[in-house]
């Protein structure tokens, strides 16, 4: 028999993933669509509702949360799990902020929660760490997980676009929102990331404890200076196993041509997993847009019909559980406007004046990353991770080769 | 309760499969291990067998079915999956043969098959297109499906070396059998396309119907012309949909520097997918090798013990299911020792002569290439496909930089 559906929200993932069901199976259409604003147009041809009750009193088997609002949807996945239902939901945040709670409210009432689309949307990255990489160990993974800070960055590398300029036209093609900001400054990475730790490494890590800078002070100066060591600059976000447990940063990188990532461009994401038994795997793919989205809920909506649920075997597994948020050090190139700003962030290292900034390559810990994050922003001061690409002699070189002033030494 | 498995074979795959299965779940482990040769030294501790019925006839749940004699291993998945067992298989060349009859099987009698390990071994490609292109539509799909051919270009490509060298080091690495034919002629890989047509296009595709040509006529003189025109060489599996139905080829091609599979050297796999929902997806990974295919066996145990069996979405979808394979024209470089040769083949085109070779480029039918069989093996005949890289123009103008006589001009 049929399964009954119910479908929270219906803007860009809502309509993808009902176009979808409407081509290939029309039994997995929802029978209620509850949305918010009673002024919308709307078909007249499908039932909406702007009573969420409607489907969480009522006796739906899956229900389908894919809706902008944090809190209510945090409300809607948490009844319906209590209620032992199956759940979809593509809300990152919101996840990234409740997945321990929800895990328990599973084995308590035997729901199920699948959420593919909330990491790295179009790719099916959490399915395959559930299920591919089962006894296997993930020493590392890496990857491009925002769509809208890497075509800020293809546009400004490709393009040779000012960052205004590349914004404004992620904005215009609908690869970034109307208010940029969780995309830009990496918050949005940070939850994905979140999330992805937990299938990858067992642990759950919050969101805040990732040290994280989005591309958001990325400008001409950093594009030109990648471009003279023959490299990109792209928003990396990585964990790995240590000596000491997990650690993990989300920073604008170098990357060099042999690396996969430097050739994933404009809205594209990517995931790079270097495991025990697998060796090196590499996928990607869309990381945002109705179709792309719409199809990763789709497929869970599948999965979950026939059954299928996280395993999360990692919780299980042999791995260092600890995560070391202030652990870990990083080689770092540091652009600020005055001298002042870049001596609070690294006192010690040798500043150099190139296309009129200030600049030094230092060694920065995850520690400091967080706690200067105010300095880091007020100064707009721009950090990118060296990455194992160049060494710090060639990138001195670099920016010496057009030096005006070689403002200290010490 | 554990489920009981029995296991068929203890060679390459067998025993990776055996050391993950050991190293993270015990109940994972084998009750009975069924091997062939009585005078190899085995571990005393485990227990080996020599008479399949020891599983066949028992009361185990799974097998798994990871030896190399394709005939013996059809007996062992049809007579599990009759008595209505959960089977898993690595033998490509059998499944590509039997797949039709095994899901009657599986439908018949209730039992489950899955075969991660049989395409692009590492890779979880048939697992992604069972359930994350549910209810999508590919329109294309390419891939680098073997291993051993892929070291072998690379080799010539980045070492410099013949292709005897590379065979060579290709066995001595363990990426080619002793005996090689089934890896160098395209063989292998037309079993996994037949496989992975299924899964991508729902159409069940017998392998020998595919025009395949692998790297075995490839030599220095066609990787000179291929980096006169900056690009590489690749073994290029393609199935896609055009007005007519599916066509499908295994050609050596030639891709640029912003096609994924440009990067993709030695022993790696990858899969390029472009669809209606997700647009282009791409996943690289290991194709052979003990642990990477016995990490897509422990994957697929996992999987079958919680209940999970391939949905075949595809052979439901609203594709045209008809295979077209004399249907589809290529532009192709045909390089051959004599002119007689070459006019065999293409007998309107024009013939270069460079680097003591014959040389055109010319569009042949998938049909020819069916045909031409013989003639391209006795001759050896090297073909590679321009695949969209490079105009016909730029390579005869390549070729003819360094002419020393044109033979003809008709
Ligand atoms: N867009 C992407 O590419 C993408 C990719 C991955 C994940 N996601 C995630 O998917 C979710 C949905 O994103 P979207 O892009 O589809 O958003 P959207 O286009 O802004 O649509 C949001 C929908 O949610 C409804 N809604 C908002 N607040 C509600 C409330 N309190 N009660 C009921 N309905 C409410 C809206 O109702 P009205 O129709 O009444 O306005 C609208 O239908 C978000 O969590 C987002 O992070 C999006
Ligand atoms: N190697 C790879 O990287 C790879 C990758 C993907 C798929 N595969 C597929 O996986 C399968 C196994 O390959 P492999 O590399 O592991 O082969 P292998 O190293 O040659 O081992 C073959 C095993 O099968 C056993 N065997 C052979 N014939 C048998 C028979 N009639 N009855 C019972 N046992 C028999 C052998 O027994 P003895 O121990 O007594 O000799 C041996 O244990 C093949 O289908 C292959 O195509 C291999």
Same mark, same amino acid.
């Given at each position: 028999?049929?399964?009954?559906? =119910?479908?929270?929200?219906? *803007?860009?993932?809502?309509?993808?993933?009902?176009?979808?069901?409407?081509k290939h199976?029309q039994?997995l259409?929802?029978?209620?669509?509850?949305?918010q604003?009673k002024k919308?147009?709307r078909?007249?041809?499908?039932?909406?509702?702007f009573?969420?009750?409607?489907?969480?009193?009522?006796n739906?088997?899956?229900?389908?949360e894919?809706?902008?609002?944090?809190?209510?949807?945090?409300?809607?996945v948490?009844?319906?799990l209590?209620?032992g239902?199956?759940?979809?939901?593509?809300?990152?945040?919101?996840?990234a902020?409740?997945?321990?709670?929800?895990l328990?409210?599973?084995?308590?009432?035997?729901?199920?929660?699948?959420y593919e689309?909330a990491?790295?949307?179009?790719?099916?990255?959490i399915?395959?760490?559930?299920?591919?990489?089962?006894?296997?160990?993930?020493?590392?993974?890496?990857?491009i997980?925002? *769509?809208?800070?890497?075509?800020?960055?293809?546009q400004?590398?490709?393009?040779?676009?000012?960052?205004?300029?590349a914004?404004?036209?992620?904005?215009?093609n609908g690869?970034?929102e109307?208010?940029p900001?969780?995309?830009i400054? =990496?918050?949005?990475?940070s939850s994905k990331?979140?999330?992805?730790?937990?299938?990858?490494f =067992?642990?759950?890590?919050?969101?805040k404890?990732?040290?994280?800078?989005?591309?958001?002070?990325?400008?001409?100066?950093?594009?030109?200076?990648?471009?003279?060591l023959?490299l990109?600059i792209?928003?990396?976000?990585?964990?790995q196993?240590?000596?000491? *447990?997990?650690?993990a940063?989300?920073?604008?990188?170098?990357?060099?041509?042999?690396?996969?990532?430097?050739?994933? +461009?404009?809205?594209?994401?990517?995931?790079?997993?270097?495991?025990?038994?697998?060796?090196?795997q590499?996928?990607? *793919?869309?990381?945002? =847009?109705s179709?792309?989205?719409g199809a990763?809920?789709?497929a869970?909506l599948?999965k979950? +019909?026939?059954?299928?649920s996280y395993?999360?075997?990692k919780?299980?597994?042999?791995?260092?559980?600890?995560?070391?948020?202030?652990?870990?050090?990083l080689?770092?190139i540091?652009?600020?406007?005055? +001298?002042?700003a870049?001596?609070?962030?690294?006192?010690e290292?040798?500043? %150099?004046?190139?296309?009129?900034?200030?600049w030094?390559?230092?060694?920065?810990?995850?520690?400091?990353?967080?706690?200067k994050?105010?300095?880091?922003?007020?100064?707009?001061?721009?950090?990118?991770?060296?990455?194992?690409?160049?060494?710090?002699?060639? %990138?001195?070189q670099?920016?010496?080769?057009?030096?005006?002033?070689?403002?200290?030494?010490?």
């Amino acid at each position: 028999m049929a399964k009954q559906i =119910g479908l929270f929200g219906f *803007g860009v993932v809502g309509q993808g993933y009902y176009s979808i069901a409407k081509k290939h199976q029309q039994n997995l259409l929802p029978k209620t669509i509850v949305v918010q604003n009673k002024k919308k147009e709307r078909n007249p041809e499908l039932s909406f509702s702007f009573d969420p009750n409607d489907i969480l009193d009522s006796n739906y088997d899956i229900g389908l949360e894919l809706i902008s609002d944090p809190e209510e949807a945090y409300h809607i996945v948490s009844t319906l799990l209590k209620s032992g239902k199956k759940v979809v939901s593509a809300n990152k945040k919101m996840l990234a902020a409740h997945l321990p709670e929800f895990l328990q409210l599973e084995k308590e009432f035997g729901g199920s929660l699948l959420y593919e689309a909330a990491a790295a949307a179009g790719i099916p990255i959490i399915t395959t760490l559930d299920t591919h990489f089962a006894g296997d160990q993930i020493e590392k993974l890496e990857g491009i997980l925002n *769509g809208s800070s890497n075509y800020i960055l293809s546009q400004l590398f490709e393009e040779g676009l000012t960052f205004e300029e590349a914004l404004k036209l992620a904005q215009d093609n609908g690869f970034a929102e109307a208010d940029p900001t969780l995309d830009i400054n =990496g918050s949005d990475v940070s939850s994905k990331l979140a999330i992805l730790i937990l299938h990858a490494f =067992g642990k759950f890590v919050p969101e805040k404890d990732i040290p994280t800078l989005g591309v958001q002070h990325i400008r001409k100066e950093d594009v030109i200076l990648a471009q003279k060591l023959g490299l990109k600059i792209k928003l990396i976000a990585k964990a790995q196993i240590t000596a000491d *447990g997990i650690t993990a940063f989300i920073l604008p990188s170098l990357v060099n041509p042999k690396n996969a990532l430097y050739w994933v +461009e404009n809205e594209y994401n990517s995931v790079k997993i270097i495991s025990r038994n697998l060796g090196e795997q590499f996928y990607k *793919g869309k990381g945002a =847009g109705s179709l792309p989205t719409g199809a990763s809920v789709y497929a869970d909506l599948t999965k979950s +019909e026939r059954g299928y649920s996280y395993s999360y075997d990692k919780l299980n597994g042999e791995l260092p559980k600890t995560f070391q948020p202030k652990s870990g050090n990083l080689e770092v190139i540091v652009r600020a406007h005055s +001298e002042n700003a870049i001596k609070s962030l690294v006192p010690e290292a040798e500043i %150099v004046f190139n296309q009129e900034a200030y600049w030094s390559v230092a060694t920065i810990s995850a520690q400091l990353l967080q706690e200067k994050q105010t300095l880091i922003q007020e100064e707009e001061i721009s950090i990118v991770a060296l990455n194992e690409t160049a060494t710090k002699k060639d %990138v001195l070189q670099a920016l010496k080769e057009e030096v005006k002033v070689t403002i200290s030494l010490n």
